[in-house]
Structure formats: C-alpha cells, structure tokens
T-cell receptor, first 113, second 113 residues
C-alpha cells in the first residue's frame, strides 16, 4: 500500500536554529514528491517538486532533498514567519492510486523569536 | 491574477441538508480535484476530473457528488448521505493529471449543526 509518513509531528525551534523535517514514503514507483506549506485556515501553498533520487531544490531558507525512500526539508536559520504546517505528498507511477497525490499528516513547525 | 477561488469560506449545514461548495479556476487547467482535510489526518481525495464532462471517484467519494460542465468550474455537493461532513474542503487544479503540480484554493470550512 502506498503511504507517506512525516516526522516529527510538531517541531519547535528558536529563531536561527536550523533543523530538518522528514518525509518517508513507500510507493509503487515514484512519479514525483511534492512539498507544500499550509498556514492555519488556508489552502496549501506549493513549495517544491522532486522527481528522482539525488535531486535538490532551494527556495530562500528552505532546501528539499530526495532519496529512494525519503525526502528532507531543511530549514536554515528559520524566522517566525516560517511557522506553518509543512505537507509532503507523493504521486505513484503504478497501481490503483497512480497519478493521485498521497499526503502525509504534516509537520507543524513553530519558530519562536 | 490567475488562481483558484472557493466559496463560501464558511458554511453551516443542518443535518439532512445537501450543500454545494463552489470551486472556480482561471488558470486554464484541465484537471481539478476535491480533497477533505480533518485534524490529525492527511488530505484525502474525494473526486477528480481530468476533462470537462468526466470525473472519477477518489478514496472517499461516498456521500459526495460533483459535476464538470465547464473547464473553469468543479462544484462539490455534500449530500445528506455523508455521515460526518464537518471538515475543511480544499479544491485544487493542475495542467494535467500526471506529474503536474496541483495548486490549491483557500478552502471552505463546513460545519454540521
């Protein structure tokens, strides 16, 4: 069964304290892995798409990496405005759910000044 | 500005009533999706449509219905058969179905009174 597990469920950081969020997945052939940011009461905002192991993408203080079994979202010197829930989703190449996004439960990040 | 709009932002339903949630996009995307988000759970796919006048059930379609008469619009009806409809509903769209990034609307929060 295709599934996505995100850890930790919640993460509290001090401003400037770098850390990483994990997204591990099992899927019938990975077509793509997606990271989104979601603020309370709002829709998810697209951050990155990764397609193959070894791929990396960066945007401001965020860097996403991908291996064959997991992805990391590295946050360097976070600021309070980075506080949000970060969602990971995968798209399978094969099987009944191919083409559809399978989401993890998210990691809630809080950055204190 | 191109984007996805959902209305209303908040919706209250009495038990036994059907309600319709609106989703409109002006991104010229072919594919549209409806997800449900509950606290502590990942987004779950309700229905999706790859082209006008065609749609497929997702993982949790029971108690819901959709139509796709126009490319820009994909309304979702929550019927009285849906036993636990209180949730945050998210509409998304993408250029195509496979690999293409899904972009989300701002969401509708439905509460059953």
């Amino acid at each position: 069964e295709d599934q996505v597990t995100q850890s930790p469920e919640a993460l509290r950081l001090q401003e400037g304290e770098s850390s990483s969020l994990n997204c591990s997945y099992t899927v019938s052939g990975l077509r793509g892995l997606f990271w989104y940011r979601q603020d309370p009461g709002k829709g998810p905002e697209f951050l990155f798409t990764l397609y193959s192991a070894g791929e990396e993408k960066e945007k401001e203080r965020l860097k996403a990496t991908l291996t064959k079994k997991e992805s990391f979202l590295h946050i360097t010197a976070p600021k309070p405005e980075d506080s949000a829930t970060y969602l990971c989703a995968v798209q399978a190449r094969y099987g009944g759910s191919q083409g559809n996004l399978i989401f993890g439960k998210g990691t809630k990040l809080s950055v204190k000044p | 500005d191109g984007g996805i709009t959902q209305s209303p932002k908040y919706l209250f339903r009495k038990e036994g009533q059907n309600v319709t949630l609106s989703c409109e996009q002006n991104l010229n995307h072919d594919a549209m999706y409806w997800y449900r988000q509950d606290p502590g759970q990942g987004l779950r796919l309700i229905y999706y449509s790859q082209i006008v006048n065609d749609f497929q059930k997702g993982d949790i379609a029971e108690g819901y219905s959709v139509s796709r008469e126009k490319k820009e619009s994909f309304p979702l009806t929550v019927t009285s058969a849906q036993k636990n409809p209180t949730a945050f509903y998210l509409c998304a769209s993408s250029r195509g179905t496979y690999t293409d990034t899904q972009y989300f609307g701002p969401g509708t929060r439905l509460t059953v009174l």
